[in-house]
């Protein structure tokens, strides 16, 4: 199921961090554009036809439902690492992640504002229990580079960033 699925790439992923083969991983959940469909949590919808919600208030909660489950995998997968000794801590003491969407309101299809979890200790660089606010289209470049620079690789711009934050 697309269930089992998921969370199984999630447990490969924390054992090739455990198994050190790997700290750099990349990973969709599912394709906004995709046709899986989430009965296991009740809907029967897709995520997409979904998302172009025109403000039906039955078809946001299941929205939201999707939305709420996939934050409930991504925990799932952060207290395995969490669980997992590494060195002077733990695998995710040592992690920085990125958790995040493409959309902000998708039935506008509007990025902005763009709400975006960032994850782990980054090895004690990273200023965590933080809720941050930007300037409306503040460029997700600049969390992006701010990551980069925390984790210990050089640059002063990708794509079309104006600086990093010296808040995270």
């Known amino acids: 199921t697309f269930d089992q699925r998921l969370n199984l790439m999630f447990d490969m992923v924390a054992l090739a961090y455990q198994a050190n083969l790997t700290r750099v991983f990349s990973f969709m959940m599912a394709g906004e554009g995709s046709n899986v469909t989430y009965n296991h949590i009740g809907v029967s919808d897709a995520?997409?036809?979904l998302?172009?919600?025109?403000?039906?208030?039955?078809?946001?909660e299941r929205l939201v439902k999707i939305q709420t489950y996939h934050?409930?995998?991504?925990?799932?997968?952060?207290?395995?690492?969490?669980?997992?000794?590494?060195?002077?801590?733990?695998?995710?003491?040592?992690?920085?992640?990125?958790?995040g969407s493409n959309m902000s309101n998708s039935n506008a299809h509007d990025e902005f504002p763009l709400p975006t979890l960032v994850v782990g200790g980054g090895c004690g660089k990273l200023k965590g229990g933080q809720h941050l606010k930007y300037a409306d289209r503040t460029p997700l470049a600049n969390l992006l580079l701010t990551l980069l620079d925390r984790a210990g690789v050089p640059g002063?711009?990708?794509?079309?960033?104006?600086?990093v934050f010296s808040e995270v």
């Open 47 to 49: 995520f997409h036809p």
């Open 71 to 99: 934050s409930q995998v991504f925990a799932k997968f952060l207290g395995k690492l969490a669980a997992m000794p590494d060195g002077d801590g733990s695998m995710l003491d040592h992690a920085i992640l990125l958790y």
């Open 156 to 163: 002063d711009k990708i794509g079309n960033s104006s600086g």
């Open 51 to 60: 998302s172009h919600h025109q403000n039906d208030k039955a078809r946001k």
